[in-house]
C-alpha cells in the first residue's frame, strides 16, 4: 500500500531562513510524489510533482523538492523563507485514482 | 481562468438532516474527485468519476454516501442521515486527464457542521 509520513506536525523558520519540511514514502513500484499548500479558507494549491528523471523538483512560490529514493524521502524546500509561506503543507503520494496525503505539516515563519 | 467552486461554502445540519454539497469542476476536467478532510488531518479520498461515471467508491464511509456526476461536469454529494461524525471538510478536485497521470485541482471545500 502506498503511503508518506510527514514527522513534525510544526516547523517555525525566522523569515530569510532556509526551511525544510519533512516527507518519507512508502510504496510499490515508482513513486509518483506530490506536495500542495494549503491557506486558511482555501483549497489545496498544487506545488510541485516528482514522476521521474532529475532528484531536483522546482515548483510554484520558489519551492523545490529534493527525491532520495535511497532515504526514500521527499523533502520540501526554500532558499530563504518569507511571511507569506506560513500555511499548511502536505506530502502525497499517488495511489491511482487517488491521491493519499500526509498528515500534514505547519510552516509558521516569523518576521 | 475559473477554478473549481463548491457551494455551500458552510453548511449546518441538524443530525439526522440529508444534504447536498455541489462541485462546479474546471470546465473540460475529464476526471473528479470528492475528499473528506478532518480536521487537523490530511484529507482522504472519497469516490471518483471518469466523466459521468463513478469508477472508485471505495471510500465512502457508508451507504449513507452518495454521489453522482449526471452529465460529466457538475457534481453532488449527498449525505443522509447526518451524524456527528460526518463533521468535516469536503473538498472537491478536478483534473483535465484521466486519474493518476497529473495534478488534481481543489474547491475551497464546504465545511460541514452537524450539530
Known amino acids: 500500500a502506498q503511503s508518506v509520513a510527514q514527522p513534525e506536525d510544526q516547523v517555525n523558520v525566522a523569515e530569510g531562513n532556509p526551511l525544510t519540511v519533512k516527507c518519507t514514502y512508502s510504496v510499490s513500484g515508482n513513486p509518483y510524489l506530490f506536495w500542495y499548500v494549503q491557506y486558511p479558507n482555501r483549497g489545496l494549491q498544487f506545488l510541485l510533482k516528482y514522476i521521474t528523471g532529475d532528484n531536483l523538483v522546482k515548483g510554484s512560490y520558489g519551492f523545490e523538492a529534493e527525491f532520495n529514493k535511497s532515504q526514500t524521502s521527499f523533502h520540501l524546500k526554500k532558499p530563504s523563507a518569507l511571511v507569506s509561506d506560513s500555511a499548511l503543507y502536505f506530502c502525497?503520494?499517488?495511489?491511482?485514482?487517488?491521491?493519499?496525503f500526509g498528515s500534514g505539516t505547519r510552516l509558521s515563519i516569523r518576521p | 481562468g475559473a477554478g473549481v467552486s463548491q457551494s455551500p461554502r458552510y453548511k449546518v445540519a441538524k443530525r439526522g438532516q440529508d444534504v447536498a454539497l455541489r462541485c462546479d469542476p474546471i470546465?473540460?476536467?475529464?476526471?473528479l474527485f470528492w475528499y473528506q478532510q478532518a480536521l487537523g488531518q490530511g484529507p482522504e479520498f472519497l469516490t471518483y468519476f471518469q466523466n459521468e461515471a463513478q469508477l472508485d467508491k471505495s471510500g465512502l464511509p457508508s451507504d449513507r454516501f452518495f454521489a453522482e456526476r449526471p452529465e460529466g461536469s457538475v457534481s453532488t454529494l449527498k449525505i443522509q442521515r447526518t451524524q456527528q461524525e460526518d463533521s468535516a471538510v469536503y473538498l472537491c478536485?478536478?483534473?483535465?486527464?484521466?486519474?493518476?497521470?497529473?495534478?488534481?485541482?481543489f474547491g475551497p471545500g464546504t465545511r460541514l457542521t452537524v450539530t
Open positions: 502525497a503520494v499517488r495511489s491511482r485514482p487517488k491521491i493519499i
Open positions: 470546465s473540460g476536467h475529464v476526471s
Open positions: 478536485a478536478s483534473s483535465l486527464v484521466l486519474a493518476g497521470s497529473g495534478e488534481q485541482y
